[in-house]
């Protein structure tokens, strides 16, 4: 029995929901390719805004995939909590792109999930960067005065789509009634709600 | 036409294996026919799951590349051996998971890439191997 | 199953998605304009500084030449007058003869490293020379008008290129390490990574013995005899540092806050009340006031209890092995109760932009012994031995950039009228396969 136990992997270890690893789950109506389209008629800036958990990481990784079918150059990084600067590798290989620009076709896009954290010179080189050259998306918590292109949130039903691609292959041990629950104990933030339902799901398997 | 596939095999049926032991096996590509293989990595490693990031640490690592540009013979079957070292052992906790497996990677045309793993696990060794001190 | 190559690897610890090709591209010019940089300067050091040195001393020709006149050279430099000794001397150089006023290389060739601000040095130099007096000099076959009467290698030289040389290995290590990653999986860096890292030549920390990944060092522990049985154990953190850094906040922030309350009083007692400074620094007063509280507390506490003291008679553990332990616990309390218990601890990080979670869960608590109803008097600490038993079968200590397996002996404190103290010892728990070879990590 415990074998078999052993042979169940919990389908919400942190590396299952990764933003690299999931696919964003987009509502009905949307698409990332309508993002895409709309990010185009901004003349390729935007903001993705969310409270904390609601995808915006996710939502940026699958937005730039699109864009890398569509033929567009991408670079993107992820602030770490503090971290008011760029990364000079980053800034190296996004002055390389906008020095190659005029060579590509598509308008070449850069991405920075945290944005809200960069100091003002490093957003002042950024937009400078961009200027007329570069496309520029970013991830925040509030509005940073780009044009908005989505404003994520995670409702019961939306979470309870993401349980079921998570929990698919293995028992389903957690149902919608957990997942609503624990949501809205976390006021949303479906990240710690897929924590706790980690303990749940070994909790139950184990009893 | 199928998609290709990488199958791994080990040449012991046990399922737990113990530090210095040897692990050994082979491993094939199928239906790859058509799409020159470039290179084909191999690798005997440990992850970790759970509610932490994820931790990787290879323990054994091997690459075969394409000479000439004529691709690798995906029919050929490749072999492997290595002995496992004393640490880390699989582990099956609460939050934390430390998982051991041999993955295969193949580098195809155009980009794209195959993978497979196959997963086992290294245990302590067994306790009348080993007379532990009591004081 | 297959799927096209994907551009968007993230990377541990600064996480980055993208083309990594353009990520490596960037790094790579980044480290090539170092590498241009240093070599551009080794160059100009070489053309401008070494060959002209070597040359002075392999390639001059030495003849005998007459001091006909001496003179201090001046000019003036930054506000202040710079000085070189300046000798006229007549020499034969290939069937001519020559009378250039010169004294080492830098004078012959006009350049302003010739000056120096140090008057004396530079007269102490010209009256080593007598006029009318034959001397060596060396002059230069290929212009034979240009000749030394003093040649030394300048020591100086070779910090000059000590800048642009740490440019080409700073430069030439980053390409090197770009390009060496360029393009390779998660796998095969991790594996590279690996190897290239130093085995260490004298570690004294381990007991001779097999190699054991992401198992924590031993130095901690068993470099701290004990003086019933073999080791003790240190404190996983001191409750020293605890009440340092409590008191370093609460000096500070009563510091500032005393400036604005001295303020206000004076302006009470000088019956013209500064009613809006006296409501500003009213909440500041009162945080204070509970550092203050909580400073006091924290000591009178750490007083009370004392210290906590717990030796072992073997380490590091192993699963089913059995263990002595010693336990003393000093202070001047009355304590309801005392537990010692061995306990597993799990430790996950996750960090996910700005945010950082960590979760620790105790997996396991194996009572070693309680006791119960103590009175502690300073001058005779509380001692107890026991036996604790890591369960066949335990993980080992395990540490990973994200992850741990944390094993410690716990000490629980009850005491009346004072809120429970807590102290933890950690321990590293081997896997029997990884056991020391018997007495060679003895103290």
Same mark, same amino acid.
């Given at each position: 029995?415990?074998?078999?136990?052993?042979?169940?992997?919990?389908?919400?270890?942190?590396?299952?929901?990764?933003?690299?690893?999931?696919?964003?789950?987009?509502?009905?109506?949307?698409?990332?390719?309508?993002?895409?389209?709309?990010?185009?008629?901004?003349?390729?800036?935007?903001?993705?805004?969310?409270?904390?958990?609601?995808?915006?990481?996710?939502?940026?990784?699958?937005?730039?995939?699109?864009?890398?079918?569509?033929?567009?150059?991408?670079?993107?990084?992820?602030?770490?909590?503090?971290?008011?600067?760029?990364?000079?590798?980053?800034?190296?290989?996004?002055?390389?792109?906008?020095?190659?620009?005029?060579?590509?076709?598509?308008?070449?896009?850069?991405?920075?999930?945290?944005?809200?954290?960069?100091?003002?010179?490093?957003?002042?080189?950024?937009?400078?960067?961009?200027?007329?050259?570069?496309?520029?998306?970013?991830?925040?918590?509030?509005?940073?005065?780009?044009?908005?292109?989505?404003?994520?949130?995670?409702?019961?039903?939306?979470?309870?789509?993401?349980?079921?691609?998570?929990?698919?292959?293995?028992?389903?041990?957690?149902?919608?009634?957990?997942?609503?629950?624990?949501?809205?104990?976390?006021?949303?933030?479906?990240?710690?709600?897929?924590?706790?339902?980690?303990?749940?799901?070994?909790?139950?398997?184990?009893? | 036409?199928?998609?290709?596939?990488?199958?791994?095999?080990?040449?012991?049926?046990?399922?737990?294996?113990?530090?210095?032991?040897?692990?050994?096996?082979?491993?094939?590509?199928?239906?790859?026919?058509?799409?020159?293989?470039?290179?084909?990595?191999?690798?005997?490693?440990?992850?970790?799951?759970?509610?932490?990031?994820?931790?990787?640490?290879?323990?054994?690592?091997?690459?075969?590349?394409?000479?000439?540009?004529?691709?690798?013979?995906?029919?050929?079957?490749?072999?492997?051996?290595?002995?496992?070292?004393?640490?880390?052992?699989?582990?099956?906790?609460?939050?934390?998971?430390?998982?051991?497996?041999?993955?295969?990677?193949?580098?195809?045309?155009?980009?794209?890439?195959?993978?497979?793993?196959?997963?086992?696990?290294?245990?302590?060794?067994?306790?009348?191997?080993?007379?532990?001190?009591?004081? | 199953?297959?799927?096209?190559?994907?551009?968007?690897?993230?990377?541990?610890?600064?996480?980055?998605?993208?083309?990594?090709?353009?990520?490596?591209?960037?790094?790579?010019?980044?480290?090539?304009?170092?590498?241009?940089?240093?070599?551009?300067?080794?160059?100009?050091?070489?053309?401008?500084?070494?060959?002209?040195?070597?040359?002075?001393?392999?390639?001059?020709?030495?003849?005998?030449?007459?001091?006909?006149?001496? #003179?201090?050279?001046?000019?003036?430099?930054?506000?202040?007058?710079?000085?070189?000794?300046?000798?006229?001397?007549?020499?034969?150089?290939?069937?001519?003869?020559?009378?250039?006023?010169?004294?080492?290389?830098?004078?012959?060739?006009?350049?302003?490293?010739?000056?120096?601000?140090?008057?004396?040095?530079?007269?102490?130099?010209?009256?080593?020379?007598?006029?009318?007096?034959?001397?060596?000099?060396?002059?230069?076959?290929?212009?034979?008008?240009?000749?030394?009467?003093?040649?030394?290698?300048?020591?100086?030289?070779?910090?000059?290129?000590?800048?642009?040389?740490?440019?080409?290995?700073?430069?030439?290590?980053?390409?090197?390490?770009?390009?060496?990653?360029?393009?390779?999986?998660?796998?095969?860096?991790?594996?590279?990574?690996?190897?290239?890292?130093?085995?260490?030549?004298?570690?004294?920390?381990?007991?001779?013995?097999?190699?054991?990944?992401?198992?924590?060092?031993?130095?901690?522990?068993?470099?701290?005899?004990?003086?019933?049985?073999?080791?003790?154990?240190?404190?996983?953190?001191?409750?020293?540092?605890?009440?340092?850094?409590?008191?370093?906040?609460?000096?500070?922030?009563?510091?500032?806050? *005393?400036?604005?309350?001295?303020?206000?009083?004076?302006?009470?007692?000088?019956?013209?009340?500064?009613?809006?400074?006296?409501?500003?620094?009213?909440?500041?007063?009162?945080?204070?006031?509970?550092?203050?509280?909580?400073?006091?507390?924290?000591?009178?506490?750490?007083?009370?209890?004392?210290?906590?003291?717990?030796?072992?008679?073997?380490?590091?553990?192993?699963?089913?092995?059995?263990?002595?332990?010693?336990?003393?616990?000093?202070?001047?309390?009355?304590?309801?109760?005392?537990?010692?218990?061995?306990?597993?601890?799990?430790?996950?990080?996750? #960090?996910?932009?700005?945010?950082?979670?960590?979760?620790?869960?105790?997996?396991?608590?194996?009572?070693?012994?309680?006791?119960?109803?103590?009175?502690?008097?300073?001058?005779?600490?509380?001692?107890?031995?026991?036996?604790?038993?890591?369960?066949?079968?335990?993980?080992?200590?395990?540490?990973?950039?994200?992850?741990?397996?944390?094993? *410690?002996?716990?000490? #629980?404190?009850?005491?009346?009228?004072?809120?429970?103290?807590?102290?933890?010892?950690?321990?590293?728990?081997?896997?029997?396969?990884?056991?020391?070879?018997?007495?060679?990590?003895?103290?």
């Amino acid at each position: 029995m415990n074998e078999l136990v052993e042979a169940i992997r919990n389908p919400f270890s942190a590396a299952r929901f990764a933003p690299d690893r999931m696919e964003f789950l987009f509502a009905p109506g949307q698409s990332a390719a309508g993002l895409l389209e709309r990010l185009r008629a901004a003349d390729w800036r935007g903001e993705i805004v969310g409270p904390h958990g609601s995808g915006k990481s996710t939502l940026l990784a699958t937005l730039l995939a699109a864009a890398r079918l569509a033929g567009q150059p991408c670079l993107a990084v992820t602030l770490r909590y503090g971290q008011r600067r760029l990364p000079c590798d980053f800034l190296g290989a996004a002055r390389c792109m906008a020095a190659q620009k005029d060579r590509v076709p598509a308008v070449p896009l850069l991405a920075v999930d945290g944005y809200e954290q960069l100091g003002r010179w490093h957003r002042f080189l950024l937009g400078r960067l961009c200027r007329r050259r570069l496309g520029l998306v970013v991830t925040s918590h509030h509005p940073v005065g780009l044009p908005a292109l989505c404003h994520t949130a995670v409702d019961p039903a939306l979470a309870w789509r993401v349980v079921e691609r998570l929990q698919a292959g293995s028992p389903p041990l957690v149902d919608g009634a957990d997942v609503a629950e624990r949501l809205a104990a976390h006021g949303g933030n479906l990240r710690e709600t897929l924590f706790d339902l980690y303990d749940l799901f070994a909790r139950r398997l184990a009893m | 036409m199928n998609e290709p596939a990488i199958l791994i095999r080990l040449d012991s049926p046990a399922r737990t294996y113990y530090p210095g032991q040897s692990l050994s096996g082979q491993y094939r590509l199928e239906s790859a026919e058509g799409d020159p293989i470039r290179a084909v990595e191999a690798s005997v490693l440990w992850y970790t799951e759970g509610k932490g990031e994820q931790d990787l640490a290879v323990h054994e690592f091997w690459r075969r590349d394409s000479q000439g540009g004529e691709g690798l013979d995906p029919r050929r079957p490749e072999r492997f051996s290595t002995t496992l070292p004393i640490s880390p052992l699989s582990y099956d906790g609460q939050i934390i998971q430390v998982r051991w497996c041999v993955r295969v990677r193949a580098f195809l045309s155009r980009g794209r890439e195959l993978v497979a793993e196959k997963g086992f696990r290294l245990g302590d060794r067994p306790q009348q191997e080993v007379s532990p001190p009591e004081k | 199953m297959a799927r096209n190559f994907r551009y968007f690897e993230k990377k541990r610890g600064h996480r980055r998605t993208g083309s990594r090709t353009l990520g490596s591209l960037g790094e790579a010019l980044f480290f090539a304009s170092l590498l241009v940089l240093g070599c551009a300067g080794l160059v100009a050091g070489i053309l401008w500084l070494l060959i002209p040195e070597w040359r002075l001393h392999h390639g001059f020709k030495e003849t005998t030449c007459l001091v006909q006149k001496k #003179r201090l050279g001046e000019k003036e430099g930054d506000g202040a007058t710079l000085y070189r000794p300046e000798i006229k001397i007549e020499y034969e150089a290939q069937g001519k003869q020559y009378s250039p006023w010169t004294y080492d290389l830098n004078t012959a060739d006009m350049s302003d490293r010739a000056y120096s601000s140090d008057r004396a040095a530079v007269e102490a130099a010209l009256d080593a020379f007598v006029e009318g007096q034959k001397y060596p000099c060396w002059y230069d076959p290929s212009k034979p008008d240009r000749a030394v009467l003093v040649r030394a290698y300048q020591g100086w030289l070779w910090l000059v290129f000590l800048v642009p040389a740490s440019f080409v290995m700073l430069g030439a290590g980053g390409l090197v390490y770009t390009i060496h990653h360029w393009g390779k999986s998660a796998e095969h860096r991790a594996a590279t990574v690996q190897r290239a890292q130093p085995s260490e030549l004298f570690d004294l920390d381990r007991p001779p013995g097999p190699k054991l990944p992401n198992i924590p060092e031993l130095s901690d522990i068993t470099n701290s005899p004990g003086t019933t049985l073999a080791y003790r154990l240190p404190l996983s953190h001191s409750p020293g540092w605890t009440l340092l850094g409590l008191a370093a906040a609460c000096l500070l922030w009563n510091g500032s806050v *005393s400036y604005f309350a001295v303020a206000a009083v004076r302006s009470h007692l000088a019956q013209q009340p500064d009613w809006l400074l006296t409501l500003f620094i009213l909440p500041f007063l009162a945080i204070g006031v509970a550092l203050i509280v909580c400073l006091v507390r924290q000591l009178v506490q750490a007083l009370a209890v004392g210290l906590t003291l717990v030796e072992i008679s073997d380490h590091p553990l192993l699963p089913g092995g059995e263990y002595r332990l010693l336990v003393s616990q000093s202070g001047r309390l009355a304590m309801r109760s005392l537990e010692v218990w061995l306990s597993c601890r799990e430790e996950a990080t996750y #960090r996910q932009g700005t945010n950082a979670r960590t979760e620790t869960r105790e997996v396991r608590r194996l009572p070693v012994f309680r006791r119960e109803g103590l009175a502690l008097d300073r001058g005779q600490p509380f001692q107890a031995e026991g036996c604790v038993r890591v369960p066949a079968g335990a993980m080992h200590s395990f540490r990973a950039d994200h992850n741990e397996v944390r094993w *410690s002996l716990v000490v #629980r404190g009850e005491t009346a009228g004072r809120p429970a103290f807590e102290r933890a010892f950690p321990v590293i728990v081997y896997p029997l396969a990884g056991a020391p070879v018997p007495g060679s990590h003895a103290p």
